[in-house]
């Protein structure tokens, strides 16, 4: 079937959640046959796979793409999707998953039950220049600068058990962790140091921890958390102020709400919506409204 006889396009990413994505996906086909009949189903082969999918999709006249996978998968169809008529849907299937718990999509069920719904939202997303390459990318979650960073390069690199992976990651990270000055370009957050910076368009991010309680995937600002700087032990103890957001609320983190910031600060791991991208320096500012997407 070609793609232009299709309004709904599943794009699978059988790596996500260590294989889960592929072992479930018997069960949620059958699913997605019994709802729908206008649809394909594409599997992703390699990095940045789904992102040519989806502007394949776009080309073809597809209605709506959808993201079976975790959180890197759907930033790959952000990345294609981005400021285009296309819908975007969700089928959480990865280790994390964090975006979708902040639409309220946590299931299976939560996800076909939307996408009959077929209601749609125009979400804001943020926009990354890396300086020293001039590459772009979209995110559409949490960008993380430092320790989340680093944090995530260990879950990518090692077998995933859910919530498991994300706790080894931390603690096999956090006795390297040292303080940086992450060189923000902003009045209220310039010359702090940190050891973790936190740009929130979605609230959760390593597997339901609520990283920024406050934030609106729609309301045209980003917010920015960065920690400050304390112990190894302190940050320890501290880390369950980061699993349910008091962090904020309790003084441990410098903040503002922005369109746009710049880091110039160089040699910092960047991680966005799970995955690892780049290093510092960058610009990133809001595309307001720049993705369509099916909530419930």
Same mark, same amino acid.
């Given at each position: 079937?070609?793609?232009?006889?299709?309004?709904?396009?599943?794009?699978?990413?059988?790596?996500?959640?260590?294989?889960?994505?592929?072992?479930?996906?018997?069960?949620?086909? +059958?699913? $997605? &046959?019994?709802?729908?009949?206008?649809?394909? @189903? =594409?599997?992703? !082969?390699?990095?940045?796979? #789904?992102?040519?999918?989806?502007?394949?999709?776009?080309?073809?006249?597809?209605?709506?793409?959808?993201?079976?996978?975790?959180?890197?998968?759907?930033?790959?169809?952000?990345?294609?999707?981005?400021?285009?008529?296309?819908?975007?849907?969700?089928?959480?299937?990865?280790?994390?998953?964090?975006?979708? +718990?902040? $639409? &309220?999509?946590?299931?299976?069920?939560?996800? @076909? =039950?939307?996408? !009959?719904?077929?209601?749609? #939202?125009?979400?804001?997303?943020?926009?990354?220049?890396?300086?020293?390459?001039?590459?772009?990318?979209?995110?559409?979650?949490?960008?993380?600068?430092?320790?989340?960073?680093?944090?995530?390069?260990?879950?990518?690199?090692?077998?995933?058990?859910?919530?498991?992976?994300?706790?080894?990651?931390?603690?096999?990270? $956090?006795?390297?962790?040292?303080?940086?000055?992450?060189?923000?370009?902003?009045?209220?957050?310039?010359?702090?140091?940190?050891?973790?910076?936190?740009?929130?368009?979605?609230?959760?991010?390593?597997?339901?921890?609520?990283?920024?309680?406050?934030?609106?995937?729609?309301?045209?600002?980003?917010?920015?958390?960065?920690?400050?700087?304390?112990?190894?032990?302190?940050?320890?103890?501290?880390?369950?102020?980061?699993?349910?957001?008091?962090?904020?609320?309790?003084?441990?983190?410098?903040?503002?709400?922005?369109?746009?910031?710049?880091?110039?600060?160089?040699?910092?791991?960047?991680?966005?919506?799970?995955?690892?991208?780049?290093?510092?320096?960058?610009?990133?500012?809001?595309?307001?409204?720049?993705?369509?997407?099916?909530?419930?």
């Amino acid at each position: 079937m070609r793609l232009k006889d299709v309004s709904i396009l599943f794009l699978v990413n059988p790596a996500a959640g260590n294989g889960k994505a592929e072992r479930d996906w018997p069960v949620i086909s +059958k699913l $997605i &046959g019994e709802h729908f009949t206008d649809y394909d @189903i =594409k599997f992703t !082969e390699r990095p940045m796979h #789904a992102t040519e999918l989806t502007m394949d999709a776009i080309r073809d006249g597809v209605e709506t793409v959808v993201s079976c996978g975790g959180d890197g998968t759907l930033n790959e169809i952000i990345n294609g999707a981005a400021e285009s008529n296309v819908k975007v849907g969700l089928i959480p299937l990865g280790t994390g998953s964090d975006f979708g +718990k902040t $639409i &309220g999509i946590r299931t299976p069920e939560d996800s @076909i =039950k939307a996408l !009959e719904g077929n209601k749609t #939202a125009k979400m804001d997303i943020g926009r990354v220049t890396f300086n020293e390459s001039g590459n772009k990318r979209f995110f559409i979650n949490v960008l993380e600068i430092g320790f989340g960073a680093e944090v995530m390069s260990y879950v990518n690199s090692h077998a995933k058990h859910g919530n498991r992976t994300f706790v080894r990651g931390i603690f096999s990270t $956090i006795w390297k962790l040292k303080k940086f000055k992450p060189g923000a370009e902003n009045d209220s957050l310039k010359d702090v140091e940190t050891i973790e910076v936190i740009v929130a368009n979605g609230r959760y991010f390593g597997g339901g921890m609520l990283a920024s309680p406050g934030s609106q995937v729609s309301d045209g600002l980003l917010d920015v958390h960065i920690l400050k700087p304390v112990s190894r032990i302190a940050t320890i103890l501290r880390l369950r102020t980061l699993v349910n957001g008091s962090y904020i609320e309790k003084g441990y983190s410098y903040g503002d709400k922005v369109k746009s910031i710049r880091f110039g600060e160089a040699g910092n791991l960047v991680e966005m919506d799970g995955e690892v991208v780049g290093r510092t320096p960058i610009d990133i500012s809001l595309v307001q409204q720049g993705c369509k997407f099916i909530v419930p």
